[in-house]
Each structure stands twice: as C-alpha cells, then as structure tokens.
C-alpha cells in the first residue's frame, strides 16, 4: 500500500501517499506533474533525469522516492526566479547548448551542480565532469562553452 512521504520540492512543501516501488523521477513527473524533468533511458545512462537532492545532482530515476523523506529536492522548474533565468538557462540559451532539447533539463541541473564540485578549468575537465548526461544530438561543444561560460 501506499506510504506516507514528505518532501520539500522547488521550495514548497510536499506532502504524498505513494507506492514505496515509485522512483523520485515518477514522483516527481507522474504525481507532481513536474514534466521538466525527462525520462530517457531509466536506468541511469542518459543523465536525463536529474535533479538536485539537498544541492546535489542526482539521477532520479535510480532511486526511490520514498528514500527522500525530509530532503530538499530541486528541478529544472526551481531554477531561476520568475520572470528570470538562472545564469545557467541564460547561458544555454545564449551559446545554442543545445538541438532537440530533451536532454537540456538534466544537463542544466548537473551543470548547475557542477558549479558547486572541485572541477579543473578546462573544456576536458568539464566534458569529463558532465559525462553522465549523455546528448544523442551531440550538442557537446556549444554545451560545454554554455558551461564554461558561467564558471568563468
Ligand atoms: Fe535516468 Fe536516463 S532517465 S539516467
């Protein structure tokens, strides 16, 4: 049955009945309605899904929502301020960090992450850095300058 869950999501306090099998990505797109976040492989290849858990990046389809309980968690729809862009969505947009898309949410939330990591200053170092979120329209150079250009 269905077992009581407590988050804190984008700020506000979220308050579930949910299956203990649910991941944090179902949570957070099937229950929360939070479709920023995207499915792509579900099972911790694309990097498509992730999200922040008390500041961290996450892949949140490897991982059960119900383990969550108490923490803090972020989505690309956290991110910013209304009516304004994080620095990092600015950034994407400005360097075409991207083509179709699907994968610009969870390389968003690991760039922004990332922000946060010991990381060496080079292209290298962030291409290494971001390696978990995989982009099939191979994106990576304008990716990697949107990046960069946020920690510089
Ligand atoms: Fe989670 Fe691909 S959907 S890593």
């Keep these: 049955g269905a077992i009581p869950l407590a988050l804190r999501v984008n700020g506000k306090q979220v308050d ?30 694309c990097g498509a899904c992730t999200v922040h858990v008390d500041g961290r990046r996450i892949n949140s389809c490897l991982t059960l929502a119900v383990l969550h309980d108490g923490q803090d968690i972020t989505t690309i729809e956290g991110l910013g301020q209304p009516g304004a862009l994080h620095p990092m969505q600015a950034s994407f947009v400005e360097h075409d960090g991207y083509q179709c898309g699907y994968c610009t949410s969870g390389q968003i939330m690991s760039a922004v992450a990332l922000l946060k990591e010991p990381c060496g200053p080079t292209d290298a170092d962030v291409k290494e850095a971001m390696a978990g979120n995989i982009c099939r329209c191979g994106a990576y150079p304008n990716i990697v300058a949107a990046v960069q250009a946020v920690r510089q």
């Design 16 to 45: 579930l009945r949910i299956d203990p099998r649910t991941t944090l990505l179902d949570a957070l797109r099937e229950t929360l309605q939070l479709t920023g976040t995207k499915k792509g492989c579900d099972h911790g290849q």
